[in-house]
Nanobody, 113 residues
């Protein structure tokens, strides 16, 4: 059974940082592209970042230069480092497989003073 479990969200002030984790089981992150998406209140899903099979990464323009996606193959875990957070980054963050077949329950990030 494939499972993805997000963690690491929380309340942070503007300009702050968080590190989100996506712990996986039943698949190997080395051989699967994992993406992060987010959903702000009252809005649709927004793609944030992806880390591909070869280790390449890509980012939405809205987070480029502030967020960093990485993976630890030994832990089968994908991370999303969030820095210079803005209030508009407030959302539920989800990790998913590229085809959206598998995904977690999400972790809430709230950026507020």
């Amino acid at each position: 059974e494939v499972q993805l479990v997000e963690s690491g969200g929380g309340l942070v002030q503007p300009g702050g940082s968080l590190r989100l984790s996506c712990a996986t089981s039943g698949l190997t992150v080395r051989f699967n592209t994992i993406k992060w998406v987010r959903q702000a209140p009252g809005r649709g899903l927004e793609w944030v970042s992806s880390i591909y099979v070869g280790g390449f990464t890509s980012y939405a323009d809205s987070v480029k230069g502030r967020f960093t996606v990485s993976r630890d193959i030994s832990k089968n875990t994908v991370y999303l480092e969030l820095t210079s957070l803005k209030t508009e980054d407030t959302a539920m963050y989800y990790c998913r497989t590229l085809d959206d077949k598998y995904g977690g329950q999400g972790t809430q990030v709230t950026v507020s003073s």
